[in-house]
Structures are given as structure tokens and as C-alpha cells.
């Protein structure tokens, strides 16, 4: 039996959906029960090397191109399909929660740093003709406003490589090496950066940009992502 129309042009315009999952959710609501009660935070005092919570931290501060690392999340469960969403469904309005998080671990984690800017890992060319958007730089344009640190795109990626999901850690390493460089007339010099960017895995990514940008001028880049992939096995 189909719907009345008035009912079903409610249910259209009207019907709520949680900010994380986008699971329809009660009109008082704006997170769903699931999202409330299982998302993976990291909430424990944080590594500034790998982002996660020290207990699990089997990095052994190995430091990386960045200075610091902070993300609100670990990548799974809820979050997970979280960033999936917003990578590849279109569901741009999920950066704009996804950055509230980010921009509350942002102020905690680098509460003693002064940014004078803020700048996303790009998109390849290829990327910009298939892709509606660049969830990092999306990602980057909310926390800017948050946080009031002036956005400038800064990075430019000069050619197309493998995706990182498929590849080893060794292999993520050499697939980015080289991949990115900084625009032309970008002011950078004796600049403290944070670089955006949507999911650290290895750090692969993100230590390539930030050593560019250093070898450019820079003189401390941070970083922040939505969400960290957890540590294969948590220190005993």
C-alpha cells in the first residue's frame, strides 16, 4: 500500500538523518543511538607521533616528516563508513560534523601551537574529472572556518600514482615519494602549517607533504585527520 502524498512529502523534506551515518534518526535527534554508543574514539592521552592513545602506541616515537599528528577517531566501526560515505556516496554533508570533531581534537592535542595556516593533501587531475570533491580539502575549508586559521592551498600532486589501500606499508612509502610539490608563489617560509587530510594509515601521505613543504620553507607542520587506522596489535 502506497503512502498519501502529504505523508510522503514529509517524509522527503522533512525526515532527519544522523550526522555521522546518515541512518534516518528521530526529528529531536541528530545522531542515531548506534553512532552515540560506538564510536571509536581515541580518548586516552595521545602519542603526538602516531595520533593513537598511548597504551596502544607501538610507534616507539618514530617521528614521521610531521611534527604531531591529532584525529578524534580511530578508523572503524561507525567512522568507517563514516568516511566512505563522504568519500565516495557524495554525502558532503558529513565534513561538516566530521570537522567539529576534528577541530575539538585540533584545540586539545595543539592547544600550546599557533597556526598561521591550514592546507589539504590534494588531488591529482584525474582525481578532479571523476570526483565531485576533494574530501580533504572539504574537511579543511570547515576546520579553517572553526578554527579561524586563513586555508591556503598550498600542495599540488604532479602526477598519478597507485591507490595507497592496495599496497603494503613499504610500497605505500615509495608510491608517494616524489608525488606532491608546493605551488608556485605559495608563502610557506618560516611558517607552522596544519596539513588536513581525511584517514592516516601508515603516515605514508602526510610525512611526504610535510617533508615538501619543510624543504620549502616551512618551519613545523602538524597534522589533523578525521581518523587513525588502529595499530595491528596494541602494546602489551
Request: aromatic letters at 8%; proline letters at 4%; charged letters at 30%.
Amino acid at each position: 500500500m502506497k503512502k498519501p502524498i502529504k505523508e510522503t512529502l514529509l517524509w522527503m523534506f522533512f525526515t532527519k538523518h544522523c550526522l555521522y551515518c546518515n541512518k534516518v534518526v528521530d526529528r529531536k535527534s541528530d545522531v542515531c543511538e548506534d553512532c552515540r554508543e560506538n564510536l571509536p574514539i581515541i580518548k586516552d592521552e595521545k602519542c603526538k607521533y602516531c595520533g593513537v592513545e598511548k597504551i596502544r602506541c607501538n610507534c616507539k616515537n618514530h617521528r614521521k616528516g610531521y611534527d604531531g599528528i591529532s584525529a578524534p577517531f580511530y578508523y572503524e566501526k561507525n567512522i568507517r563508513e563514516s568516511i566512505r560515505l563522504l568519500k565516495f556516496n557524495g554525502k558532503d554533508f558529513i565534513a561538516n560534523q566530521l570537522s567539529d570533531d576534528m577541530a575539538e581534537s585540533v584545540k586539545s592535542d595543539f592547544k600550546d601551537i599557533v597556526f598561521d595556516m591550514i592546507c589539504f593533501v590534494p588531488f591529482s587531475k584525474g582525481n578532479k574529472l571523476t570526483r565531485k570533491y576533494n574530501p580533504s580539502e572539504l574537511l579543511a575549508k570547515h576546520l579553517s572556518k572553526k578554527l579561524e586559521i586563513p586555508l591556503k592551498p598550498t600542495l599540488t600532486k604532479l602526477y598519478e600514482n597507485e591507490n595507497q589501500r592496495n599496497l603494503s606499508m613499504m610500497e605505500r612509502i615509495g608510491n608517494v615519494f616524489g608525488v606532491f610539490d608546493v605551488v608556485e608563489d605559495a608563502d610557506i617560509k618560516d611558517k607552522t602549517i596544519l596539513l588536513v587530510d581525511d584517514v592516516k594509515t601508515t603516515g605514508a601521505t602526510l610525512s611526504n607533504c610535510a617533508w615538501i613543504l619543510k624543504i620549502r620553507g616551512a618551519k613545523n607542520v602538524y597534522c589533523a585527520t578525521v581518523a587513525i587506522t588502529p595499530p595491528k596489535k596494541d602494546k602489551k
